[in-house]
C-alpha cells in the first residue's frame, strides 16, 4: 500500500518515517507540504495523511484540490469542530488529534485498507465499477452519461434525494479528459446565503469584515477540472447572475477584487427539485437553466431499480463487517425479500443507513427481517 504523509513539522515526519519503516507492507513517501505533495502525486498511492496546519497551503484546501481522487486521513494537534465537520464533509474517513501512537495510525490505516479491498471485490469488472446491478434504468442513465463525459458540456443531474447524483457526477468526471484534474463538489443547500458566493468565488483580504486574508473560491480550485454544484435550486437568486457570467465570459471575479481570472471547469449542477415551477415563480432564472441543462439525466429512483437492491446491500454489509470486525454476515432469505419490497423513499442513501445499523445490531451472522426495523418505517 503506497501512503503519501505530508506534514510540516519535521520531527514528526522524521518520527513517523522511522515508525512506519517497520511495517513493510506501507510505501511511505512524505512531504513537507501541501504544494510539494500536490505535484508529485498519482494515481499509484492508495491513501494520503495530512496535517490540517501547515504554511503555503492548509489541509482542508488540499483535501479540495486532490478533487476526491484520493482516500484521506487527517491528522492534528489543534483541531476545532468546524475544521472536523469540514473534512467530514469532504470524505476523510479519520480524524486523529496529536499525539497518538503509531499503533493507533497503523490501525486507522488498516481499516482504509479492509475497505478498499473489499470496494474492488465487491465492484462489478467494468468501466462501470462506481455502480453496483445492471438494471435497465440504470444502464440508460450510464449510457448518457458515457457519452456527456466525453465532451465538456454542462450536464443538469435530475433525481430524487439519494439516488446519487453526486456519484454519477464524480463517475463522469472520472471518465472525462479531465479526469486527473480537481474534482470540486459544493452543496448550496449546506451553506449559508450570504457565504454562497464568497465561496464560489473567492474574496480579496478586506472584502469585509472577517475576510482577514484572501482565499480562494470553489472555481478557482476547480480549475482545470469539474466544478458539481449539487442543490442548485437552493442557490440565492442574486448569485444565479453571476454563476451565469462566469460560465459565459469562462471568468471569475473575486470578492473585493476587479481583477478577472479566468478559469477553465467543467460545470455538473444537480437537483431534486422542479426547477421548472421555480421558474415560474421567479425562483430561477431562465437564461441559467438552459445554461445548465445541456445535456439532462435523470437517475431513476432505487424502487424503479430493484435488481440492483441487494448486490448493492450485499456490498455494503461486507464493507461493514470488515469495518467493525465482525465475521462476514449474510442476509436470510424474509430479509432478502423485506430488502426488495420495501419503496426505499430515502433511496440508496437510506439504503446505505439500513444495511448499516442492521450489520451493528444483529445478533448473529445472518440478519434477519426485523434486524432491518423496515416495519417501524412503513
Known sequence: MKIAIVEDDINMRKSLEIAMSDYKEFEIITFKNAVDALKKLDDSFDLIITDINM?????????????????????????TLSKAIESIQLGVKDFLLKPFDIDTLVEAIQREAKVQKVKKTTSIKTDTSDFLGSSPALQKALSIADKAAKTDATILLLGESGVGKE?????????????????????????????????????????FTDATEAKAGQFELANGGTLFLDEIAEMPYGVQAKLLRALQEKEIRRLGSSKPIQIDIRVISATNADLTRKIENKEFREDLYYRLNTIPLHIPPLRERKDEILPIAEAICEINSQKYGFKKKIFSKEAQEEL??????GNIRELISVVERAVILSESDEIQKDDLYLDVRK
Do not use: C
Open 55 to 79: 504554511p503555503k497551503m492548509d489541509g482542508i484546501e488540499f483535501i479540495k484540490k486532490l478533487g476526491g481522487r484520493f482516500e484521506v486521513i487527517i491528522m492534528t494537534g489543534n483541531a
Open 340 to 345: 426488495q419490497n420495501y419503496s426505499w423513499p
Open 167 to 207: 456519484v454519477f457526477a464524480s463517475y463522469i468526471h472520472k471518465h472525462s479528459p479531465r479526469a486527473q484534474k480537481p474534482f470540486v463538489a459544493i452543496n448550496m443547500a449546506a451553506l449559508p446565503e450570504n457565504l454562497i458566493e464568497s465561496e464560489l468565488f473567492g474574496f480579496e483580504k478586506g472584502a
